[in-house]
Nanobody, 119 residues
């Protein structure tokens, strides 16, 4: 059973930066797509960014140019570097790992980490 554990959330002022990390307890190699989602109060969960080993990372329009997703397969870890944060980025951020053949083959979620952007 794979477990994902996020860390790195917190309170930051507008314009600041945070780096989120997500570590998988089991082995998740190149057959999985890693992604970061977020959910703000009263809103649906939305995809922020995702990455596979060989494809270009993809981002939601709202975070392009500010967020960077990366992965370290040797450490079973995915990161989300968030720069120039805005109050609208306030949300609970979730890490997800989904098998490339579909969720039925493997779909794992972390518990979430709170990011609050406020002055």
């Amino acid at each position: 059973q794979v477990q994902l554990v996020e860390s790195g959330g917190g309170l930051v002022q507008p314009g600041g930066s945070l780096r989120l990390s997500c570590v998988a307890s089991g082995s998740i190699r190149s057959m999985y797509v890693w992604a970061w989602y977020r959910q703000a109060p009263g809103k649906q969960r939305e995809l922020v960014a995702h990455i596979m080993t060989v494809t270009t990372p993809a981002y939601a329009d709202s975070v392009k140019g500010r967020f960077t997703i990366s992965r370290d397969n040797d450490k079973n870890t995915v990161y989300l570097q968030m720069n120039n944060l805005e109050p609208e980025d306030t949300a609970v951020y979730y890490c997800n790992a989904r098998h490339i053949l579909g969720a039925s083959k493997g779909d794992y979620w972390g518990q979430g980490t709170q990011v609050t952007v406020s002055s």
